[in-house]
């Protein structure tokens, strides 16, 4: 039989938070754990971290010791604001996930070259430097090659990127004084001037390292990949790689099989107020309107009465801002 840990990371420390959900996914799941930044509280299940939200997956290396066992057989870890579909539990997870006990699983994959948009993370994983000042990381990740051979496992690709994913396209601004519109303008020119030069020398642009992206506020990690992904995770928080890198490339570099939402019936559902967010061919992952959560009147006992069959999950459900009696 498959034994899972919950595990909920906390980005900042919503102390409030944790009675809210336990009450969510005590009768649903029997080991669950708390990550929060900070904590000072007595309750044993919950493990104080010490790391910035941008690198949350520093959360997971800090807290490794205090929920690992020998017997659990995944750790499923989710976001303090996402809300887990109410009809997936201890008992069933591994058919919802499509897992096996060497099964991880993550959302989807953002190949960094091949995003349509500029991306603020695509930037800063050229710019990542396994050399970070103050982090001896270099002999703690595997040699480029390895880790490349992992990536063509996963069936991802690493290729150059292009100028204008690395630098962000300038545009016209309200202007304080002549001075900040001619300094604008001119920007705007070398900016243009450079975007063509590269465009016509055929410049590559390639990563020092393989990296990948996802959305990363839900995850699964399988019991024969926690430790080296524990690992690689505070490697890439202690060299200041941001999450939504650091913790997909971590995953890569240690699971045997990973699965996707891609491969599953239920598909979750980020709902922000920006829309659609395109960022590659293979994933285009549709964000959907935070006013949807407007037709359960912020009531969580509403909400989890009448969750969308469909959604595997839905994320933020900001409980601050909620009635959340149960």
Known sequence: MHKVALIIIYNHAHNENIEIIERIYKDRFSNIYHLVPFYKGGKTNVIPVYESSFHFQGYVNQGFKSFFREDYTHYLFAADDLILNPGINESNYTGHFKLNSKTCFLPGFITLHETKVWWPRVAQAFRFDINYPGAKAKNELPEYDVALQRFKKTGLEIKPLR????????????????????????????????????????????????????????????????????????????????????????????????????????????????????????????????????????????????????????????????????
């Open 163 to 326: 100028f204008n994913q690395i630098w962000r396209p300038l545009g016209l601004r309200p202007a304080g004084s002549i001075k900040d519109l001619i300094r604008m303008i001119l920007d705007n020119v070398l900016y243009r001037l450079r975007y063509w030069k590269n465009k016509i020398t055929g410049k590559k642009f390639d990563l020092s390292y393989p990296l990948v992206g996802s959305y990363s506020d839900i995850f699964v990690v399988s019991s024969d990949a926690i430790s080296k992904f524990s690992h690689y995770c505070g490697i890439f928080a202690a060299t200041n790689l941001f999450v939504e890198i650091g913790l997909p490339t971590s995953l890569v570099l240690s699971a045997e099989e990973i699965v996707t939402e891609d491969d599953l019936k239920l598909r979750g559902k980020a709902l922000w107020k920006d829309g659609c967010i395109r960022l590659n061919g293979i994933l285009e992952r549709a964000y959907g309107d935070y006013k949807e959560l407007e037709r359960y009147n912020f009531n969580l006992k509403q909400l989890l009465d009448n969750f969308p069959e469909d959604s595997l999950y839905l994320h933020p459900v900001k409980l601050s801002q909620w009635n959340t009696e149960l």
